[in-house]
């Protein structure tokens, strides 16, 4: 298996709902990434988990939560989001750092209304 | 300044060009340097990466890194129609895991 499996692909959510994006991989790849994409734009990060501890944290607001239940697993808590934080959601892994770059999902993309 | 910089285009060229793709990057402590394609509505897929200078060849793609001008390149050879996309380099230094983007450059292949 070498694919980033997450759902959901898309998601619709109001200002005042709470969801969460999830993110899966069986490579034995020990970091994981969250990033966010705006339309024409590079992927900006987010967050990294490496050996399922948060190493680092891009000053995201907290309306932004993150979680790697175990080695496989990383999920997005959202709430309260805004309009503005409309976006493709990726996630992404790597075998340790990611210098041999990393493995991406085809990610969420995410509506708030 | 960006750390990575790159044309965002667009690059039109015709079916069976060779086409050059280019960064430039300002931090002289990124030893990691890789080449992303991302077709719409998809997550970026990793095509080449390279440890410091030097070039590397994998089918019809070629990726060199000329440290000393700070300058990365990809070269597609006989390029198809499902070359078509946003090709995104990146950058990152010896240690950590952290990868700096350049904004993408989108490719149209004109059959």
């Known amino acids: 298996d070498t694919e980033v499996t997450q759902t959901p692909k898309h998601l619709v959510m109001g200002m005042t709902n709470k969801k969460s994006l999830k993110c899966e991989q069986h490579?034995?790849?020990?970091?994981m990434y969250w990033y966010k994409q705006k339309a024409k734009k590079p992927p900006e990060l987010m967050f990294v988990?490496?050996?399922?501890?948060?190493?680092i944290n891009e000053s995201v607001p907290s309306r932004f939560s993150p979680e790697c239940p175990n080695s496989s697993l990383l999920n997005l808590h959202l709430h309260a989001l805004q309009p503005e934080d409309s976006a493709l959601y990726l996630c992404a892994s790597s075998p340790t750092g990611g210098n041999y770059g990393y493995t991406f999902g085809s990610g969420t993309r995410l509506t708030v209304v | 300044q960006k750390e990575v910089e790159q044309d965002p285009g667009p690059l039109s060229v015709p079916e069976g060009a060779i086409v050059s793709l280019n960064c430039t990057y300002s931090n002289s402590a990124f030893q990691y340097f890789m080449w992303y394609r991302q077709y719409s509505r998809k997550g970026p897929e990793l095509l080449m990466y390279?440890?410091?200078?030097g070039n590397k060849e994998d089918g019809r793609f070629t990726a060199q890194v000329d440290k000393s001008s700070k300058y990365i390149s990809l070269f597609i050879r006989d390029s198809q129609p499902s070359d078509s996309a946003t090709y995104l380099c990146a950058s990152s230094m010896e240690y950590g895991n952290k990868l700096v983007f350049g904004a993408g450059t989108i490719l149209r292949v004109k059959s």
């Open positions: 490579m034995g790849h020990r970091a």
């Open positions: 988990y490496s050996y399922e501890k948060l190493s």
């Open positions: 390279t440890y410091s200078s």
